[in-house]
């Protein structure tokens, strides 16, 4: 073997090598710092996934002697995301051990997993230069098994990972090149790959720590220990050298923890040298934008349907009605105009129940290891936590309310804008409220800072090293969704979407949900308040780009200066169209939605708003014929608050 460098070195500035003194506290945890949530063994021949929580480890075990296994791992929540061998390959090296970690795909770019122990550590490279837990060569299949035999096999690593991952609504064109664990490989004289029986005994084992939510799926080699070939002219059955191995997911003591804050993807801002120049921008019309190629798809999985079998749970759960608007839709000279008015939703005037519930109840499971049941959750919670939120409304209310469902102290910070009856309301589910000077953003930044041991910031927006609790938050918005397919005619889809934007989490819902139809994709228009327009910013600068305060829209639940990290690459790819409004659009969409008997306030009209100057403005010909819009258009639009006591109570 040469010593020529490596080709892939870190320079001055590189941070990607792992900090050997907190992966080696959490690789030498003792007993008492770890708390065991889960625990099963994988049959021979056979393959299964789970979940592991960004902080918790998980350990893969040889529980009755050597046996390889083929691993495979996805982020949880977006499974575009996943392992990327060949670059770890490069970064780290062929065959893997402790501090050595397993990178993502791009766009992404950052490390999935980090390995904290090895029993194996150490090993290699031996007589023929083998070495253990390979990137080498991939997982078999039945495809190269009929290529090499011209038989079929139906239990090779690819078919056990295809089975394993459907419950997750994954598919075999999700499975991909593995980490080979307890596998002994190398490369020979002719440059050939080979394999050799595994130097794993009983109770061996490979640990790592979940950077991000992860959904693993391993499969337990058909080839067993690789102790019998399974191709060439000593080929046999291995079926005496298969074993079973096991899986341990622990959770830590948080204080294993100090220091560690989960990845942020790569921060090349992925234009490729290209820009999203827009006919807006050749007419020189700062208002609106629209690709000039509709896109037919957007860069994330499917929606996680457990926020939606949680929801059905909660008191009060119902779904929410889809309102046919025919007046609505003659006035604005469309063919049908659908409204999913969510006026009332578990006993709050607005969607926004449905991500907070959903991510505080997760963020506390995931917290002291329990499953996110409140009636589960609450005798483990109740006293012993602080929920924090920022907020102009609806988040902060629906963040107080479910504390208070739990039993647990919480915090709201409003900005200074913000009306009494807002306070009052919040104050009224017992939560304290600190008014911020300055704008939303002002006031984020600051819950931003309150995260603690006994105190979980549960906001929709994300910022470096905090995204796992706002993916949560757009999980939870599914459920309206589901509601919506439930609901529309047998065999009808809407041609056009629009959504109102603030931070962007539920229109980054709205874009997963279309990219999940069959056939022709709806196109979708973001509507944003003229002050408060860093979605229209963004797409225009072809990069994420803050809208200045003041924001002093009455649309108070848009009134936001910057796009959610997490929500920029969805929404850059998803979005067809975006466009302003201003106020006296919005106090006249809440007229129209009132003579059709939907009360609403401003941000909860906003979409209505938009499309009422798409239809109406003479100088959007150009977008009208864009996004293809005529008498036969089928719209659907989200009424997303009711009617409140007073101003100022959106966000």
């Known amino acids: 073997m040469g010593s020529y460098p490596a080709a892939y070195q870190p320079g001055a500035n590189a941070t990607f090598a792992a900090d050997r003194d907190l992966y080696g506290r959490i690789g030498n945890a003792s007993p008492d710092q770890r708390i065991q949530v889960e625990s099963f063994i994988i049959p021979p021949r056979s393959g299964q996934a789970w979940e592991v929580p960004a902080g918790s480890v998980c350990r893969i075990i040889a529980v009755d002697g050597p046996q390889v296994g083929d691993l495979n791992v996805w982020h949880r929540h977006n499974p575009r995301e996943r392992m990327w061998a060949s670059r770890t390959r490069q970064l780290q090296r062929a065959h893997v051990s402790t ?67 459907l419950p997750y609504g994954l598919t075999e064109l999700d499975v991909h090149d593995v980490l080979n664990v307890f596998q002994c490989t190398g490369l020979n004289d002719e440059d050939r790959y080979f394999m050799k029986a595994s130097p794993a005994r009983r109770g061996d084992f490979l640990e790592f720590f979940a950077e991000v939510d992860l959904l693993c799926a391993l499969s337990t080699c058909p080839g067993g220990d690789l102790s019998i070939p399974l191709w060439g002219p000593e080929a046999g059955d291995p079926i005496e050298v298969c074993r079973p191995l096991g899986i341990e997911v622990h959770r830590l003591d948080p204080a294993l923890l100090d220091g560690w804050t989960p990845p942020e993807p790569a921060l090349y801002r992925n234009m490729h040298g290209l820009t999203l120049l827009s006919v807006a921008q050749s007419q020189g019309d700062d208002s609106w934008w629209v690709r ?164 979980l910031v549960i906001s929709d927006t994300a910022w470096p090293g905090y995204e796992q609790v706002p993916r949560t938050v757009i999980d939870g918005y599914a459920t309206l969704f ?54 229209l910013r963004s797409l225009r600068a072809g990069a994420p780009t803050e809208a200045p305060a003041p924001h002093r829209s009455g649309m108070d639940g848009l009134n936001c200066g910057n796009v959610s990290p997490i929500a920029w690459p969805t929404l850059a790819a998803g979005i067809d169209a975006a466009l302003v409004v201003d106020d006296a659009a919005g106090a006249a969409a809440v007229a129209s939605l009132h003579s059709a008997g939907v009360s609403t306030e401003m941000t909860g009209a906003a979409g209505i708003a938009g499309l009422d100057r798409l239809t109406s403005d003479e100088t959007l010909d150009l977008l009208r014929r864009h996004l293809d819009v005529s008498a036969n258009t089928r719209v659907l639009a989200l009424v997303t608050e009711g009617a409140t006591a007073g101003p100022r109570q959106s966000r």
């Not at 795909?105 to 490390?111: D, Q, S």
């Not at 607005?350 to 589960?376: N, Y």
């Open 482 to 535: 589901g509601e919506i397919e439930a609901q529309l005619p047998d065999g009808e889809l809407p041609d056009l979407v629009i959504v109102q934007v603030g931070v962007g989490a539920l229109a980054t819902a709205v874009a997963r949900w279309l990219s999940r139809l069959p056939g022709r994709r709806p196109r979708l228009l973001a509507v944003e308040p003229t002050e408060a327009a860093c979605l």
């Open 99 to 165: 501090y050595d970690r397993i990178w993502s795909t791009l766009p992404y770019l950052r490390p999935l997993l980090t390995i904290t122990g090895d029993s194996l550590d150490g090993y290699g490279p031996d007589e023929h230069g083998g070495r253990v837990h390979d990137l080498l060569g991939t997982r078999c299949d039945p495809y190269v098994n009929r290529l090499l035999t011209g038989e079929d096999f139906d239990f090779h690593c690819h078919s056990n990972l295809t089975r394993a991952v």
């Open 292 to 455: 000039d190629s509709p896109t037919t798809s957007a860069p994330a999985g499917p929606l996680d349907t457990a926020a939606t079998d949680f929801h059905r749970t909660l008191p009060g759960y119902q779904p929410t009605p889809l309102q046919d608007l025919p007046e609505l839709a003659e006035k604005y000279g469309i063919g049908r105009l659908w409204a999913k008015v969510e006026s009332t939703r578990l006993g709050m005037p607005s969607f926004k129940m449905l991500g907070a519930s959903w991510a505080c109840c997760r963020a506390l499971a995931d917290r002291v290891g329990a499953p996110p049941i409140p009636d589960e959750l609450r005798p483990r919670v109740t006293g012993r936590f602080t929920l924090v939120a920022a907020t102009d409304g609806n988040h902060g209310h629906a963040v107080a309310r479910t504390a208070r469902w739990l039993g647990v102290a919480c915090r709201i910070y409003l900005p200074e804008s913000i009306g009494a009856e807002r306070s009052a309301a919040i104050k009224e589910e017992g939560a304290d409220v600190i008014v911020v000077p300055g704008s939303y953003d002002d006031a984020i930044a600051l819950a931003a800072t309150q995260e603690n041991d006994n105190t």
